[in-house]
């Protein structure tokens, strides 16, 4: 670590636009949620599974970058409580720094797919309580139970990071029979089966007989938002909107889930810029 390392305690994330457009948009409605609740009779939560440490570094530049969980710390009003995870020891020490003085702000150290579900489940369809959820993995490392566990409450809403390079790179080779055995279990736990095998791949007539061919990752993101809906109860999601490089390539696919049409619009109006290649 260089010395702007030991200043912050960990090794900072590196990131590229895409990220910035991210943590803007997730900060945009976050602070919209706030207003719009605040006379609310319910108190409001905000909850991250993969903070990071608060700070981030710019590709190129290096110039440091606030990320989400710190900036959603610093929005008036208030919520009543944040429930802020990372694996990182380093990490999560910072958040635990950027919550001082706030007893309602609880930073874990630890794997998210264990941590959430008991936060989530704190929140089942309770009429005093509504929660902001930003899942936000870099690589496929999210379980479905969670998603599951998020959408049967009834009270929780938020933005879900599907992390399609890692998906293209390291799961949906063109030939399924030489899938990797770890890619394929990461995958199968993030969908929560292994149905994604029949979306990914469908059979094709050829000269020599039907074969498996690999289908176009629109195809996939469309089953998993079904998924959210049908299966994890999520009463909206939005259209994934295609984090790129800038090459061009997509990263990441950014969705919102939530219970409530009224959510989804003012969420499509923070995105709606985004889509059309405006911010």
Not at 71 to 95: C, N, Q, T
Not at 141 to 161: D, H, K, P, Q
Not at 178 to 186: D, E, F, H, Q, S
């Amino acid at each position: 670590m260089g010395d702007g390392d030991d200043d912050l305690g960990f090794k900072p994330d590196e990131i590229g636009r895409w990220s910035e457009r991210k943590i803007e948009i997730v900060t945009k409605y976050a602070a919209a949620y706030a207003t719009a609740l605040k006379n609310q009779p319910f108190r409001r939560f905000y909850i991250d599974g993969f903070t990071g440490g608060g700070v981030a570094v710019r590709k190129d530049t290096k110039d440091q970058v606030v990320t989400t969980a710190r900036r959603i710390l610093a929005i008036e009003p208030a919520f009543d409580g944040y429930h802020l995870v990372d694996f990182d020891v380093g990490k999560s020490a910072a958040m635990r720094l950027a919550c001082a003085g706030r007893e309602q702000a609880v930073a874990y150290c630890g794997d998210a797919n264990e941590i959430l579900p008991p936060i989530f489940e704190s929140m089942r369809r309770s009429e005093s309580k509504r929660a902001l959820c930003f899942l936000d993995p870099y690589k496929i490392l999210l379980s479905w139970r969670v998603l599951e566990s998020a959408g049967r409450m009834g009270t929780i809403e938020g933005f879900i990071n599907f992390p399609t390079h890692d998906v293209q790179r390291n799961v949906l080779t063109k030939d399924p029979s030489k899938i990797p055995p770890t890619g394929a279990a990461r995958m199968t736990a993030m969908w929560g089966d292994d149905s994604w095998r029949q979306v990914a791949y469908a059979p094709q007539a050829t000269l020599f007989g039907d074969v498996e061919e690999k289908q176009s990752i629109d195809a996939l993101l469309v089953a998993f938002a079904a998924r959210l809906k049908t299966v994890a109860s999520f009463g909206h999601v939005s259209k994934p909107l295609a984090m790129r490089n800038n090459e061009g390539a997509i990263v990441y696919h950014l969705l919102f889930v939530t219970q409530h049409p009224l959510a989804l619009k003012i969420a499509n109006g923070v995105l709606k810029p985004y889509h059309q290649g405006r911010a």
